[in-house]
């Protein structure tokens, strides 16, 4: 996972009035979840940020502890504080504060969130991870992961991406994407607080991207026993399923 300038040092009270809503748009995730009820180990949510993923398998999952992997302190102190002030959750939850790549997979693991960082992680970190994480996973566990809009570095003119009222100021986020090379887009986001017309704070973050779509997910996964299910067309954020069998 990239770790250049702490990713979200410049952006993280943005982060949850703009993507606080996004479970809504995964309904069929929540669905996907509860058919796992019976399977055995635990979830496991890679890049688990300020926790709206954590409260929802917790919620649809009753009872099943639940593996936070999180690096980033900023994500980290508003994950802990949702942990905290949720019921039930806190002895549940393990906050991993560590990547992807050096967390310690629980013994067995019934599904994974991989939900807005696959594509933060190169090539070959993300092969790996496959191929550890067959050796954990039961029969029948899913990991439930999603994409860019773009599945290879092009021109993303600045679009205005969300526009959510608090109290008297009204947040804003625009993204523009950047080629990089023939792999990766750099994606530079810009954040504002406006009041009665006049931007009374901004904050610029980027980070960079490996453009993959769902079938090179679904290709790469293939040989460690992973079979994809496409769930949306959302040509916003693409989302799919990869479900274990028995090899």
């Given amino acids: 996972m990239e770790t250049t300038k702490e990713m979200y040092a410049d952006a993280g009270e943005f982060y949850d009035v ?4 996004l479970w809504e748009r995964r309904k069929n995730f929540l669905e996907a979840l509860s058919r796992v009820a019976d399977v055995e180990g635990a979830v496991l949510d890679i890049g688990a940020g300020t926790g709206h993923g954590v409260v929802a398998v917790a919620e649809v999952l009753s009872g099943v502890d639940i593996f936070a992997v999180e690096p980033s302190p900023t994500m980290r102190a508003v994950l802990v504080s949702r942990i905290m002030q949720t ?13 992807f790549e050096a967390a310690e997979l629980p013994e067995r693991v019934r599904a994974v969130l991989f939900l807005a ?15 550890r994480l ?10 439930l992961f999603d994409v860019m809009m773009i599945d290879k570095p092009q021109p993303v003119e600045k679009i205005h991406v969300a526009e959510v009222a608090m109290g008297q100021n009204t947040y804003h986020a625009w993204a523009e994407g950047i080629p990089v090379d023939d792999l990766r887009e750099k994606w530079v986001s810009t954040y504002q607080i ?3 017309n006049v931007v009374i704070l901004e904050r ?4 960079t991207w490996q453009t993959i779509s769902l079938d090179d997910v679904a290709r790469e996964a293939e040989p460690y026993g992973f079979v994809f299910e ?3 067309e959302d040509t916003m954020i693409p989302s799919g399923i990869l479900r274990k069998v028995a090899m």
């Fill in 204 to 207: 610029h973050a980027e980070y």
């Fill in 18 to 21: 703009m993507s606080g809503r």
């Fill in 117 to 131: 960082c696959i594509g933060l992680m190169d090539d070959a970190a993300r092969r790996a991870f496959w191929a």
């Fill in 87 to 99: 019921e039930g959750l806190q002895r549940r939850v393990t906050v991993i504060p560590s990547t």
């Fill in 194 to 196: 406006v009041r009665n």
């Fill in 230 to 232: 496409r769930q949306t």
């Fill in 134 to 143: 067959a050796a954990h996973m039961s029969p029948g566990g899913l990991v």
